[in-house]
């Protein structure tokens, strides 16, 4: 009887492996694909000759597709599985990038940077409703591992790609190698068995259930501010730091990859810190030390610009906390949660942005620039609202009131 119990546990802990892994290539992949899309647009409207309009209507593109995919591909989830719904974000994102490097049509490269949007979105939301599903007991420890694979990508992946463009390789053989990549994670998905409960969750709670939840209404509007703060923040700190700070132009890179790399190893050790104190708890300590240190740097000299980075340590537990909440609050309708949230997440990354710019030509850029510190504050606010609500209601199964 032991050696069937350890042989069981053994065999269960394979498979925890290599569900792992599986989750962190792809994530890994994903953040690749995220940080280097920019990149290859422009040699690709180089190749077919488009203008500054066209390329920004591509560009604009893959996030409109995200946004749509949220709520549709959430509700997919928990009516046929995640697993599925994986299987099929890779094929129609291996199917769009085929098309992008074989079709120079304009139009239909609209269409397909739209189609490969949605379906990076519905990865991205079906890969952290599984990860949230197959690690329960210490969900935002290992969302925090797999997110970690997505800024290692988005760290090494644009090197890597002006490696291979020196060697003589073309935009169309980086978009060859993420189709291998895709495909190779499309195959590994068939190495494990769909248990019943990973093929239909508990019956979804209706969506109109789901809206009036004042629960979910927070943490939609949690997730738009963090995500907000963040995008904002980033998009702006190359120009911020050269023009009010006087950094010189070739030291901004420096500043921006630290906050990766300290985003990163806060990822591997924040979800044990989220699990031991709290998911609200940690959100506010994470966004609250953030807040400072944005705020101090602002105020202070430029040689106080290493704070900018330090605040990828303690932004880094925040969104895959979110996700972690969405699981353990919501968890007969989690999937569709998710894809909430992952549309918040593209509504806060697109406004912010647009924002800045506009108080930024109206009333100067130095005004501007505290917007992202306005988010993280109302961020806090709003994830001491949820906590203050779930304290009163932790006996519920589900996220109804």
Known sequence: MKILVKYELLVKGGIFIRRF??????FLTVGAFDSVRGILTNHMGAAYSLDL???????????AGYLFSGPIVGWIIDKIGAKHSLQAAIILLFTSLIGLVTIPNYFFLVFLFFVSGFSKGALETSLNYVTSLWFIQYRARFLGFVHAGYGLGAFLFPMLTGFLFLQ????RGIYGIFLVIFLISFLMLFLFKTEKSERQVTEPTKVKEILKSKRLQLLVAATMFYVGAEVGFLSWLPYYLPHIKAVAEDIVPYYIGAFFILMMAGRFFGGFIADRIGYELAIMIGAGLGGILMLAAQLGSSDLGWMFSLIGLFFSLIFPTFVAMASRDFNKSSGTVIGYLTSAAGIGATTTSWLMGILGKWYGFQFAFIIPVVFTALLIIVVAWLYTINRQTRGLSDGSK
């Open 21 to 26: 892994i599986v989750i962190l290539v792809m």
């Open 168 to 171: 003589g390789l073309e935009w």
């Open 53 to 63: 309009a066209q390329l920004g209507t591509l560009l604009a593109a893959a996030p």
